[in-house]
């Protein structure tokens, strides 16, 4: 049931209400200093929308129970249209935690694959100004990251040109290709105005050199930038960090796959992927070729569970394994796509996450996670010393009851 008192409002079936309603409590709880606090407001405010929904339904005549949540649709299109709506309409638009609760939510990720989210969500950004270029970078991000499919390549490059960001700001899927591009792009400048002193020589008699120079040079910087991004993953590898880790990491895997709350979370493959003690292990390409072969016989993930493994563990384009591993992973999730019932699945708290994914002896089930958890004795706070004083008593009692049968004996 919705917890409309955190919105502070009475329940109702009016969108304008309820966006209001949060809106206002974002801007009192500062989603950026308190994310816990935030995060349950969130999910309080798409909880409440759902209950609108249902009423409007009713009102209409339909069925409750046909708006259950269904990822397999875009039945909630309408849904996420609001909230991105409501965000781009008031005092919300530039703020970063909003956007990514709403964008990098579990409850859209299958949503974001369809046609029509695609087309929904171009035609609306296309009209919304004033956003901050921080903001239009991690919508650009976020679908170069998620977006395998052909049709993200028109919505990235639509969004690059409403927020007006440079092409050449991004390049590639991997981290370390940005990295490499921020470093030496200041090296390839200076190359620059060497060639052009020879460039007005040839203008006179080879005039169509002129478009081909600029594209010459494009080719020569992302050549350079591959070879050299290729470079610091290749000085990254370490056998040894394979053999001594990798056997851990596949027992914690195996945990995360076999749970059934776990199998098809993010917050489960993301605790697990952003380990520290494996952040190394998972830039290596003997990894990732481990990673591969177990995969294989993995085939009910979700699309955006594959798509995250695979930009954990990416290896770059040029490496000559590409096609074994990160290759190989990418047909298998396009060959796989996990086309079953789907279960609807929030944020799993960190204590349930490291009880399912770090314990040695994992022997509890689905059903002993949603216990209550067992009451234990608590020290009193003067540090014990009540009962010591209860102890005192009771002795001078026996004591004195000793002393009285005797006297009278």
Known sequence: MTDWKMLKIEPCDDYNTINEAFTKRVISINPERNPSDYRRLYVTYKEALREAARMIAVKEGKRAEDLDFNFNDDRYLGEFMIIIGNICSGELKNSHAVWKSVIDDSDYRTLQRTDSFITEFDSYMSNVSGLDDNIWKYLIEHFKVYGFAAQNKKLIANLQKYGGIKQDVFYGAEP???QVQRITMPEQRTVIPEQRTIIPEQCSKIPEQRTSVPEQHQQMQ????KDKALARYMSEQDDSVVSDKSADFFRQFERVYTHDITKNNMSAWRYLL???????????????????????????????????????????????????????LIRLMKANSFKGEIIPQGIISPGILQTIIDEDDFTKGHDEYHKPAPMTMMKPKNGG??????????????????????LFS
């Open 176 to 178: 370390v290709m940005a």
């Open 274 to 328: 952003n380990k520290p003690e494996y952040m190394h292990l998972l830039r290596q390409a003997a990894f990732t070729l481990k990673l591969t072969n177990t995969l294989k016989n993995i085939d009910d993930l979700y699309p955006a569970v594959w798509e995250y493994i695979i930009d954990r563990t990416r290896v770059p384009d040029t490496h000559p394994m590409y096609d074994r591993t990160t290759g190989e």
């Open 222 to 225: 992302n050549s350079t930038y």
């Open 385 to 406: 010393k009540s009962e010591g004083k209860a102890g005192t008593i009771i002795f001078i009692i026996v004591f004195i009851f000793i002393i009285l049968r005797t």
